[in-house]
């Protein structure tokens, strides 16, 4: 399998850390979606990364169906969210969190990065910077350990480090001093796995 995008794209690595977590072998494409946009267009319409080009050729777009496809090849066992249930449920919420904060803290990345200084919009701006930390908030008050979830690493913990990562690597004012710090801890202990560790932005 061929991964299509670089993981200073948060979605991008979430599919990275999955698919090392898993132990399913790939390799990455380091396309831009600026400078490598029409080669992107080809694979993905939308020209967005992550995209997933499967051995017979199929594109998969987007990480959410990306990640359902590796977890169906991984099997209820071993799947980053539980196949059923509350447990499902939780995980999907706490991702849904996650996904939220990358959303609002790319936007805001995108919003001082590509449009004049002049032009950009200071009260929607701070609307996606709050959005983006009471994401992160959320996921600090999950309350469970030694995971997320609770005993088992699932693909909240994943999308709950990528999404902060990319926060601290790009636009780290964005959150106070000492913000957040039961995700700081998690961070930490998940950073002992060699797939966070390697696929750092
Ligand atoms: N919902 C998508 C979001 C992907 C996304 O926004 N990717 C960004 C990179 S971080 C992108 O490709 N942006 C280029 C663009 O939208 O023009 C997913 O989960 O994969």
């Known amino acids: 399998m061929i991964l ?6 948060p979605f991008v690595r979430r599919v990275a850390i999955s698919l090392r977590l898993l132990g399913l072998p790939y390799e990455q494409r380091l ?19 992550p995209a997933l080009l499967l051995e017979d050729g199929e594109a998969l777009i987007d990480s959410g169906p990306i990640l359902d496809y590796l977890d169906e090849l991984a099997g209820p066992e071993k799947a980053l969210v539980p196949p059923a249930g509350p447990e499902r449920r939780r995980v999907l919420k706490l991702v849904a969190l996650a996904l939220g904060a990358m959303e609002k803290s790319l936007a ?12 950009q919009h200071q009260d929607l701006l701070n609307r ?6 009471a994401g992160l908030a959320a996921l600090d008050q999950a309350g469970a350990a030694p995971w997320l979830a609770g005993e088992r690493l699932t693909q909240a913990d994943i999308s709950a480090v990528a999404a902060l990562d990319f926060i601290d690597a790009f ?5 106070p001093q000492g913000f957040a710090p039961r995700l700081r801890a998690l961070r930490q202990q998940a950073y002992a796995l060699p797939a966070f560790a390697e696929t750092r932005p």
């Open 171 to 175: 636009w780290p004012e964005m959150l």
């Open 128 to 133: 996606f910077a709050d959005q983006a930390r």
């Open 4 to 9: 299509i995008g670089r993981n200073t794209s």
């Open 31 to 49: 396309l831009s979606t600026v400078a490598d946009r029409a080669a992107v267009q080809a694979i993905n319409p939308l020209g967005r990364i």
């Open 108 to 119: 805001c990345y995108v919003e001082r990065t590509l449009r004049p200084a002049d032009k």
